[in-house]
């Protein structure tokens, strides 16, 4: 399962469709990271495993 972030969607979904797979599915986090902090990484990361979890569940 990946985990994109906002600015890399659009790359990722051409990357899936290049590779054969035009409907891989992914979760989606804000952007960017490298400059949230520790409450907003937390948001973040729950946001991730709750989006992974249904993704996986459907």
């Known amino acids: 399962?990946?985990?994109?972030?906002?600015?890399?969607?659009?790359?990722?979904?051409?990357?899936?469709?290049?590779?054969g797979f035009a409907n891989y599915r992914f979760a989606v986090i804000a952007h960017p990271i490298s400059s949230a902090d520790d409450d907003a990484l937390r948001t973040m990361a729950r946001s991730a495993a709750d989006q992974v979890r249904r993704l996986l569940l459907a």
């Open 1 to 19: 399962m990946a985990v994109m972030t906002t600015r890399f969607v659009s790359a990722a979904e051409l990357m899936a469709r290049v590779l």
